[in-house]
Every structure is written in structure tokens, then in C-alpha cells.
């Protein structure tokens, strides 16, 4: 559920019961946002077709929060400099601690994630295991970072989605929200289109094996005859082979 932006845009509503498709029963995952900017996850969630159908079918529920609203004093302050001296403003612990201590009045929380550079790779292991969860709250961060007590006390998880700096943590939470909501029953479909995937639990696959389709020609550019063989035994172990290479041929890559 989203608000519309507003000067002080807020989200209610009483916690949603599971839903019922395709004859099944489906659990819901509530996610909480922390952000300053609203209006970019209200243009994706009305706009990006995997969020926009999973709340369509009462599958995902989405809670953005405002961090201005719990902002301190008259003119909402949510970030001040840094103690020690140093540049870039550091956002402050009582707005967070604040949204945090009213989201857990409402439903039970046990992961609290935080996007950053200097933590624990995400993966697509991370990714299976927090698809399971039925709440989960997202922080993002902004300018120099986020006070290190909201770090040690209140944060749950901490995970990077590389070694590189980008302007906000709503494009690195979205990320990782795509990642897991795409994991939970009913969100997509086609089960197979999920758990072929090349990186998807125990898969062994270390990248995907190279995909084609019609035209068979092209400029004379042709797809390899032995996918038009009928002989899956044969396609299986072609497919194999070229993940082997594809391997390598990209792991060389990323050394030089």
C-alpha cells in the first residue's frame, strides 16, 4: 500500500490476511520502506509490472515511510554534520529509531536491512533465504551514511551489492527487493522460468548457458544446429560445456 505524495506523505492500513490464488494458499510478505524519496518507489510500484502484479494479487504489501515525518524540531531535521569533524552530513538516529519503534508496534519484525558497501556481499543464497520471510524492513541511506549506533543497535542485516559508490540506497534496496519478491510463490507464475535460473539454490550453474531464438538466420548469423536436433541428451551436455567456458571466459575477464 502507497501513499500519494504529498507534503508529509504517509501509508495506512490494518495488516492484510493471505490471500487465496489460482486455488492456493499464498503467504503475503510486508515490506517496510525507510526513505526520503516516496515518489520513487510509488513511480515503480505503479509503474514496474513485478511489484504492480504482486500487490494486484494480494501477494506483497508495500509500506513506504516518510523519514522527514519523524524528522527532529519544527523544520524536520533528519541528518546533521559529523562528530570529529569530516565531509558529508550523516543522517540522524532518532528519526530512524522512531519510524522503526512505530513499524514494530504493528507487526513483528526480525529483519531490519541496511544497503552498504563495507558489509557481506548480496547473494542469490541471501536472496532465497529472505524470500521466506514475512517482514522485512528496508532502511536507505543518504549523504555520508547513517549513524553508526542505528548500525550497531537497530539494524539487523547489512548487505553490499558491490564495491562502488551510487548517489542513494533506494536504487540499492530496489535491487534487492526485485531480487526476493520475484522468489515468492504466486509472484511469478511459471515456477520453471524460476528455478532454472542459472544462479538459483542449488543450481551449479555458475552463469547461464547462451540463449536463442527465432529467426533461425539472421544477416547470416545462425542459431547452432544442435538446438534444433531434438536430441535433449545431446542439447543438455552442449549447454553444460558452454556454461564451462562462458565460466572461465568471464572469470579472465574480471582479473585483468
Not at 523544520?75 to 565531509?87: E, V
Not at 522485512?136 to 542505528?150: A, E, M, N, P, T
Not at 528455478?195 to 543450481?203: Q, V
Amino acid at each position: 500500500m502507497v501513499a500519494r505524495r504529498a507534503h508529509n506523505p504517509k501509508v495506512t492500513g490494518s495488516n492484510p490476511v493471505s490471500a487465496i490464488l489460482n486455488n492456493k494458499y499464498y503467504y503475503i510478505m510486508n515490506i517496510d520502506i525507510i526513505s526520503l524519496y516516496p515518489i520513487f518507489w510509488e513511480n515503480i510500484i505503479i509503474n514496474y509490472s513485478i511489484f504492480k502484479k504482486s500487490i494486484k494479487n494480494n501477494i506483497l504489501k508495500i509500506y513506504i515511510h516518510y523519514l522527514k515525518n519523524y524528522g527532529i524540531g519544527k523544520n524536520k531535521k533528519i541528518d546533521d554534520y559529523q562528530y570529529g569533524g569530516g565531509y558529508g552530513m550523516v543522517l540522524k538516529i532518532e528519526p530512524i529509531y522512531n519510524c522503526i519503534k512505530k513499524i514494530k508496534k504493528k507487526k513483528k519484525i526480525k529483519k531490519i536491512i541496511y544497503l552498504t558497501p563495507n558489509s557481506k556481499l548480496f547473494n542469490q543464497k541471501i536472496a532465497n533465504k529472505l524470500s521466506k520471510e514475512k517482514n522485512l524492513v528496508f532502511i536507505c541511506g543518504h549523504y555520508k551514511g547513517i549513524d553508526q549506533r542505528i548500525r550497531d543497535n537497530i539494524i539487523t542485516k547489512e548487505y553490499s551489492i558491490g564495491n562502488y559508490i551510487i548517489s542513494n540506497g533506494e536504487i540499492s534496496t530496489l535491487i534487492v527487493i526485485d531480487s526476493i519478491i520475484r522468489l515468492i510463490p504466486g509472484v511469478i507464475k511459471n515456477i520453471n522460468s524460476i528455478i532454472t535460473d542459472s544462479l538459483y539454490k542449488d543450481n551449479n550453474n555458475k552463469y547461464e548457458y547462451p540463449l536463442y531464438t527465432r529467426p533461425y538466420n539472421f544477416n547470416n548469423m545462425k542459431v547452432p544446429k544442435i538446438l534444433l536436433s531434438g536430441n535433449h541428451k545431446k542439447i543438455i551436455n552442449w549447454r553444460k560445456n558452454k556454461i564451462k567456458k562462458k565460466y572461465f571466459l568471464y572469470k579472465d575477464k574480471g582479473t585483468k
